[in-house]
Structure formats: structure tokens, C-alpha cells
């Protein structure tokens, strides 16, 4: 078999994704081990190495098929030389990721932040499957963005690029601080933490409302609360849409992109947030940045981290 | 000779201007004619292609050493296809540019757009030489904008990347209709005529302010005033830096390029109008994608558009 495959290695703080691409981001095999983040460095480093020689070992695919492996993690990354600055979950600090495991696996190695491979997975095998370009939004804890031009990541000069959560978007006049320290970042308003937090305002100041338990309450809640009518619900879920699609309507005058895909949690309120989305971006974006031009829900899910690290290879 | 160089065409309303480029994309000679608008489709599609003629004939070097002919025009093209859909000055709508010049050149011909080719200029050839990517705001008016990732223009999926005029950034309640029929465009603060409108409506008003004779009012009067103490003026040029950094703190996030160059007439109003950009630009990107990014004057002035057309054929 002279078929070539992708190794893709998804870094979280407590597990080790690890997965087999074909040529045509389809996800083929994948692996998942203990990261071992208390047993440090060194062992992180050889669970990484181990991981992706034993998925390829295991599989019918032999070694000298491999393109090469990629890899994802959070944190500020030197893409160019695969070195990671900061990594904020593991002891992963100042570590030249690419040379060590260039030397370890005698492969290539590409390394790159967790927002952009997952983007750049959804574009190779996922919801921007044979687009000309995509722009993931992740709805988590924060905002993580990724744009993906012709299949290449936009990395930005200092690997900033796609930072979409850091889009100062709110008017000075309603702006809260964001914990990057700039004011009216997407992220304060968009992502579940956002969500949460004007909940808990609302509920404090003694907004009339259905939502309780704000100490323990989660987005799903005030999404479920919106649907049922409340209110308050219904306005933190316009202004968090809002928002969103006042940012794409940018994005889409500044690299103007076929397709806006929308992941992470926050994303399974599914078509009632998206259609407000959507209303907003049409109504803010330049006519012809929207001709053409969709806003779907992400497919690969928590597989989007692994296919996207593979494609880093891609361009190899 | 078997240097390569670069033709490039900045195609006016009256005039066209050819050059030849080296492959540093140094500015070797320039030849200007008349477009021959008012002689129709055919007579400006001759002129194109006899002046680029001419200006190697009249050259040191041969037509064999021609890399392609780039070409810069107003309007909105396919430019993969280098076919002119609408162009606002001239009589070539649905003209097919690039197939009749390349059969009548026997040369390879790209075509963009002007804002496109005027950053690609810079990029190359101008105040963006050397750097890892740029973006150009020209500020004329209207608000033009193009953005240089390696070398490469950020097109995007319908010709709209870089539109960084028509990026809604001015907030709701103080948002007026753009030209293009969408709110709180940038270019309706930021550019020549936002600049003149928010004088003529100051003056309307009875605000307080030596600016006079707003009918035929310029925007140098407004940053003249200003630098005079003129407070209203103060205001306007105020609020009109105001949008192009917090637009740039935008652009910081999506593509965070090295650097941003400022062009067209109102950019002449130098360090008293760029002071002013950066402190908000300073205040509202993220600090990662502020560290090593800077602010410039544009320095090709009317040539950007010749050297950037030259090089829209780096890629061939």
C-alpha cells in the first residue's frame, strides 16, 4: 500500500487524541491515552511519540506512509518552528515541540494552536468541506477562532490570526473588561462564560425572570429559558447572537469567506441561535461579502482537533 | 538580457498608466496616454494593450523578458478569470479583459481591482517591503483597503476581501447609511467625504467652529482647523481615527498583519491624523497582536496602483 496517510495528535490537559486521516480528511483510525501532565514534561513528550507510532502500528498502514504528524494544543505557539511559548493546562513551556518529536519519530512535525486546527479540520474533512475558505467560530468557555483560505491557515504574523474571540466588537458604552485586559471583546458577551455572566447579572439585579441557581446555571439553561419565552433569556441570547454576527459581517469584508462555521458547545442551541445569527451578519455585511456565502453548524465535533492537526501536513 | 521584469497597468477614467518592474519590484519606467473612454469599449482595449507594447519597445529591454502584463481597474471583477462584471467609469462591463488581452499580448494577464493592486504595490514595492503581510487603508473618497499575506492578495470568495470600507464598525445609534445601503460603514466617518459631511452638518447646526464655506469645503480645512484648536474640528478628526483603529484592532485579529499602511489624500495629513489612529489601535487589539505591528504613510503615492498590477503576476 503506497496510499499516504496523516497522523494527527490532539494535546488536552488530561487525554492524548491521536488519529489517521487519508489524503481526503477522512478520519480513519483514531487513539486516545492519558496525557500523564502529573508525571511531567518528559513524559508528556514520550506519550505524544508513543501514541502516534502505536496508532500507526495498529492499524494496516505502515510507517513509511506517514506524511508526517501534526499536532494541536492551547496555548501561544511559534508555528513556524513549532515551538511552544506558553501552553496554560501542561508543563509545556518554552519546549521545542517540533524538534524534539522531528528527532523522536524521523517525521515531520507541524504544531499549531488548538482554535486553528480545528478550523482547519472542519475545512479539510468537515462542515467547509471543498470551500473556497471558512471561518470557525468555537463557542466554549471563550471565543476560539480559525480562517482557513484555500486550505491554509491564516496564522497571522505572530500567530494571532483568527483570534476572533478578541474582536473588540461592543461599543465603548456597554463594553466590559475582558480577561485578555482590552474591552468589548467578543468573548465577553459570545462564549457560555459571556452567556453566564449576564444571566447572573440579570438575575441579581433582580430582573424578571425564570432563570434560578444562577451560582450553578449553565448556558443550556438560559438557551432552554429563551425558547420557553423568558425574556431576559431571550435578550442575552439576541445580544450574544448579535454580536456574533456583527463580528462575521466584518470577517466578511477582511477576507471574505464562503462559508462561517459555528462549534463548541455553546453552537447545540443549534437553529434558534443560528437563525438569529444569521439575521444580524445579512443585515450588517456588505451584499456582495454574502452572496454565496452560509452560516452552518460544525460536523466533526471533538474530532475536529485531531483531523486538523493531520492537516498541518497537508502543506508539507 | 535575461532579467524577468514585471508589466503593470493602472487603468483611469481618462488616462492609463503602464510600467515596467523589476522582479524587486523597483519602478523602471513609466509611460502615461489617454484611456480613450469617450472612443469606446475597443479603442481602450488598444490602448491597453498597444501602450504596454510601447513601453517595452521604448525600453532597454524585450518583449521575451515580460513575466505578464497585471492590470488595476475600478469595479468588480472575477478575477480568476480576469473578467470586468461592472466597472463604475468605464465601458467595460462584462468585458472578458484578460482572455483578450492574453490572446492579443500572447502574455499572461491577471486583473484586480485598484484597492487590491495600490496594497499589493506597497506590499512589494512600498512601505510594506519586506514585511511578513499588510494591509493598506486608502483613504480618499471613500475608504479602499487590500490586505498582503506573503506576498499573496487576500481576494476572497467573491472579490470582497480587504472591502475594509465597508466594515460596519460605527455602533447603531450613531450609525448612518453608507452608499453601499448598509449602516455605520467605516467609509462614512473615516473617508474625505465623511470628513466633509460631519463639517457641513457641524456648520448646519450652528456648532461653534471656525470652519466656513462648508459647501465647497475640503478635508484638509477640517485637519487644518484642527490643528489650529478648532474643537469641532478637533471632533470630527477625532472620531475619524477613532474608526480606523478600532477597525485596524479588528483587522489585528482576523489576519494580524505586520503592518498597516495608510494612503490616499487624507493621509497627508500625516503624524497629527496617524498619532491618533495608533492610540486606539493601542488601546483596543489584543496586546499579542500589537507586539511588532506598526503604522506607516503609504509611499508610492499614484504608482502604487502600476508596481502592484506588475506584481499581481509574482504568482504566475
Given amino acids: 500500500m503506497s496510499e499516504t496517510i496523516y497522523v494527527g495528535v490532539d494535546i488536552g490537559g488530561t487525554a492524548i487524541k491521536v488519529g489517521i486521516c487519508s489524503a481526503k480528511g477522512d478520519l480513519l483510525h483514531t487513539f486516545e491515552g492519558p496525557t500523564g501532565t502529573e508525571q511531567g514534561t518528559q513524559k508528556i513528550l514520550a506519550n505524544i511519540a508513543g501514541y502516534a507510532r502505536r496508532i500507526v502500528e495498529e492499524s494496516p498502514y505502515d510507517w513509511e506512509q506517514v506524511a508526517g504528524v501534526g499536532i494541536g494544543i492551547a496555548g501561544f505557539i511559534d508555528m513556524a518552528k513549532g515551538f511552544i511559548k506558553f501552553s496554560p493546562n501542561l508543563p509545556l513551556d518554552n519546549v521545542p515541540l517540533k524538534d524534539i518529536l522531528e528527532a523522536e519519530l524521523n517525521k515531520k512535525v507541524r504544531v499549531n494552536n488548538d482554535a486553528n486546527v480545528a478550523a482547519l479540520g472542519e475545512a479539510w474533512g468537515g462542515a467547509g468541506r471543498g470551500v473556497h475558505s471558512c471561518v470557525l467560530y468555537t463557542l466554549g468557555t471563550g471565543v476560539g477562532g480559525g480562517i482557513v483560505v484555500n486550505g491554509r491557515l ?162 508539507a
Avoid: W
Wanted: overall charge negative; aromatic content about 6%; glycine content about 12%.
Fill in 154 to 315: 491564516i496564522e497571522g504574523f505572530s500567530g494571532m490570526g483568527g483570534e476572533l474571540g478578541h474582536m473588540s466588537i461592543v461599543p465603548d458604552l456597554e463594553a466590559i473588561q475582558c480577561g485578555c485586559g482590552k474591552m468589548g471583546c467578543l468573548e465577553t458577551v459570545s462564549s457560555a462564560t459571556g452567556i453566564i455572566r449576564m444571566a447572573h447579572d440579570a438575575v441579581s439585579r433582580g430582573d424578571r425572570t425564570t432563570l434560578a441557581d444562577v451560582e450553578n446555571i449553565m448556558a443550556k439553561e438560559v438557551f432552554d429559558a429563551a425558547k420557553n419565552g423568558d425574556e431576559v433569556a431571550q435578550r442575552i441570547v439576541s445580544r450574544a447572537a448579535y454580536y456574533i454576527g456583527k463580528s462575521m459581517a466584518t470577517v466578511a469584508v477582511v477576507v471574505n469567506p464562503q462559508r462561517f462555521i459555528i462549534g463548541g458547545g455553546v453552537s447545540k442551541a443549534g437553529e434558534f441561535l443560528f437563525e438569529q445569527i444569521r439575521t444580524v451578519f445579512h443585515k450588517y455585511a456588505l451584499d456582495k461579502a454574502q452572496e454565496g456565502v452560509d452560516i452552518v453548524a460544525a460536523e466533526l465535533g471533538n474530532n475536529a482537533g485531531v483531523v486538523g492537526a493531520a492537516g498541518l501536513l497537508l502543506d
